[in-house]
């Protein structure tokens, strides 16, 4: 990794959607956890303290709300997949993860989770 680049991590954005295939999962509205991590070159921003400088990740956010909470996913693949879209969109973004776990998914477990990468091509 090089020394400027700057990685944000939105961690556990609690939201809730129509994800699944069973009945009452397209009828209920489910529990998810985002987390996301994005690297980008912050060498400008470190240096001009200036808010046009730097990746917004108040936007990212926003963007990523509206899609989980305005939408319905049948596999949280997919899901992962449109969250990752919005989480890479900008030109800067070097690399970035999405991980969104469906609570109690199955019986015994805490969770199922889903985590897709994207990387820039060099």
């Not at 509205?29 to 912050?42: E, G, K, L, M």
């Not at 001009?48 to 936007?59: E, G, K, Q």
């Not at 996913?73 to 070097?94: C, D, K």
């Amino acid at each position: 990794m090089k020394p400027e680049t700057a990685i944000i991590r939105i961690k556990n954005l609690r939201l809730r959607t129509f994800i699944g295939i069973k009945d009452d999962e397209i009828q209920n509205r489910q529990d998810v956890i985002v987390n996301v991590v994005i690297h980008y070159c912050a060498a400008k921003a470190r240096n001009s303290d200036n808010v046009d400088d730097a990746l917004n990740y108040r936007t990212i956010t926003k963007k990523i709300i509206e899609l989980i909470e305005n939408n319905r996913f049948s596999l949280l693949e997919n899901l992962t997949s449109q969250t990752l879209a919005i989480a890479s969109e900008h030109p800067w973004v070097e690399f970035a993860s999405v991980e969104i776990d469906k609570p109690h998914a199955l019986r015994f477990a805490d969770s199922v989770s889903m985590e897709l990468c994207y990387q820039k091509n060099q």
